[in-house]
């Protein structure tokens, strides 16, 4: 027993260098196990697998959720891989090549806990994720540069991108659903109008004109905050129910649309300066609007077209021309600065004055968030935009 005693300290000294040992050995001889790779074919089946796995990810941590639409949350690609919710990733045309990326989390809506998830990628030289504004820029530009002058395509105009001509390339998909491209705004947001006119024909308004001695006193008022076409345009917007109306849009497509401002200037007729800015002197936020009145005629690269009113303006344009069918009819947000019932239209390829209380087909128009992802296409009638 003595011996034990006095021996104790260098048998447990024995006994754990022992056991590290025998961990060692277990760990150099244990298989190693083979990294996880994650690849593809193409790039944007890439980006779905990092939506995937930050889908996945949030379902355990619910905290990383945007609480408004005003924040975003961001999870990297190396935090999914450590956490083994997805491999590293690789070019697709060089797999020794490894990708970096993260997914960007949007609130939707602040009445509504539904949110986007956007994936970025990025593998060197052989490819990075754009936005959909982004991928229209760089495909219409050289080196940054444009060389347009007198060509269908996309024009700078101040700080923003507009699409002239009769036939640029500005289509683009949305769920099933063809728009054409009107610009892209200084933040990057794409303003859309559907080539499919509603199902059914509405008023500017209708009611009841004290300036006004008609027969029946319905000319209506061209005041575009409490007109009828505000509600109609509201309801558009978010009506789901055949009882209540009109189902115009899908869920999908509700879930790119982003309220946006929107110009109810009224015109005078007296005023045949495109770029005035009549129609922006007074605005509105909306998540369904109308053109405003200039937004037509500055889309022709008509050289006679000098002015809002010149009939030149239907030459080169691509609003005569939406997707087939020739000529359209368009009600506007513009409502006359020199009497209390009328509103501009386009029609018969000439804009003119009309009643509010005459009942038209409308082509709606929204904005699609700047952080929409590019997907595929050229922007042709055939080949639209695809974005993700």
């Known amino acids: 027993m003595n011996w034990l005693r006095d021996n104790i300290a260098k048998i447990l000294i024995i006994l754990g260098v022992t056991v590290v040992v025998f961990v060692i050995i277990a760990i150099v001889s244990k298989p190693k196990q083979k990294e996880e790779i994650v690849s593809g ?12 796995a930050a889908v996945n990810y949030v379902e355990k941590h619910k905290k990383l959720l945007p609480t408004s639409t005003e924040n975003t949350s961001k999870i990297t690609l190396s935090t999914l891989i450590s956490n083994n919710y997805i491999g590293k990733m690789v070019a697709v045309e060089d797999k020794k090549t490894k990708c970096s990326g993260y997914v960007e989390i949007t609130k939707l809506s602040d009445d509504k806990n539904e949110y986007r998830y956007t994936p970025y990628i990025n593998c060197g030289e052989y490819y990075s994720t754009k936005t959909i504004s982004k991928y229209i820029i760089d495909a219409e530009t050289k080196n940054g540069t444009f060389e347009r ?33 009107i610009k892209i705004d200084e933040n990057g947001s794409l ?79 007296e005023d045949n300066n495109i770029y005035s800015g009549a129609e ?29 009113y010149d009939k030149s303006c239907a030459n080169y344009n691509y609003f005569n021309t939406l997707y087939k069918k020739r000529s359209y009819s368009y009600v506007t947000l513009t409502a006359s600065a020199d ?7 386009v029609y018969n390829l000439s804009v003119e004055l009309t009643k509010t209380n005459n009942s038209r087909q409308l082509y709606p128009v929204i904005y699609i968030n700047n952080k929409t992802i590019y997907s595929s296409g050229t922007g042709t009638a055939t080949d639209p935009y695809i974005i993700r």
């Open 149 to 181: 002058t007198a060509d269908a395509g996309l024009y700078k105009s101040n700080n923003e991108y507009i699409f002239r001509g009769e036939n640029p390339n500005n289509y683009i998909m949305l769920d099933e659903n063809l728009y054409r491209i």
């Open 41 to 52: 074919t193409k790039y944007g089946e890439l980006e779905t697998k990092l939506q995937s």
């Open 339 to 345: 009497n209390t019932y009328q509103y501009y239209r």
């Open 280 to 308: 922006c002197k007074e605005t509105i936020e909306l998540s369904t609007g109308l053109i405003s009145l200039n937004e037509y005629s500055r889309a022709s690269i008509d050289t006679n077209c000098v002015g809002i």
């Open 191 to 269: 303003q859309l109008i559907s080539t499919i006119g509603t199902a059914d024909s509405y008023v500017w308004d209708d009611r009841y004109n004290i300036n006004r001695k008609s027969i029946d006193n319905s000319d209506g008022i061209n005041d575009f905050v409490k007109s009828r076409l505000h509600d109609t345009l509201v309801l558009l917007y978010n009506n789901t129910s055949k009882k209540a109306g009109e189902i115009y849009f899908t869920d999908t497509e509700r879930s790119y649309i982003i309220p946006h401002e929107y110009c109810i200037g009224k015109r005078s007729l």
